[in-house]
């Protein structure tokens, strides 16, 4: 089982990034999928959370109307594009997948700054 994530990097403040997570070794479209951030010193925070199939989705009051979370079913991959981005955001992402049983990705680090 994998989950990858990538995408991350430095981008400026009001910047946008758009955040893949590649999942294989299981039945992805059984899966619900989230994405979390944690930053330094910070507790792991829940972003942004999309049903199996794709239908239903959900954000963090702080996330709301700056990020979108979609997925690719065909291609095992979920996203999260962020836009308007600020310095709170920065943190390490991660991709979870759960369903039962739940797998975490390694994590892709996000820095906003001028």
């Known amino acids: 089982v994998q989950l990858v994530e990538s995408g991350g990097g430095l981008v400026q403040p009001g910047g946008s990034l758009r955040l893949s997570c590649a999942a294989s070794?299981?039945?992805?479209?059984?899966?619900?999928m989230r994405w979390y951030r944690q930053a330094p010193g910070k507790e792991r925070e829940l972003v942004a959370w999309?049903?199996?199939?794709?239908?239903?989705?959900s954000y963090a009051d702080s996330t709301k109307g700056r990020f979108t979370i979609s997925r690719n079913n065909d291609k095992n991959t979920v996203y999260l594009q962020m836009n308007s981005l600020k310095p709170e955001d920065t943190a390490v992402y991660y991709c979870?997948?759960?369903?039962?049983?739940?797998?975490w990705g390694q994590g892709t680090q996000v820095t906003v700054s001028s």
């Open positions: 979870h997948a759960f369903s039962g049983s739940d797998y």
């Open positions: 070794g299981f039945t992805f479209s059984r899966y619900d």
């Open positions: 999309i049903s199996s199939g794709g239908s239903r989705t």
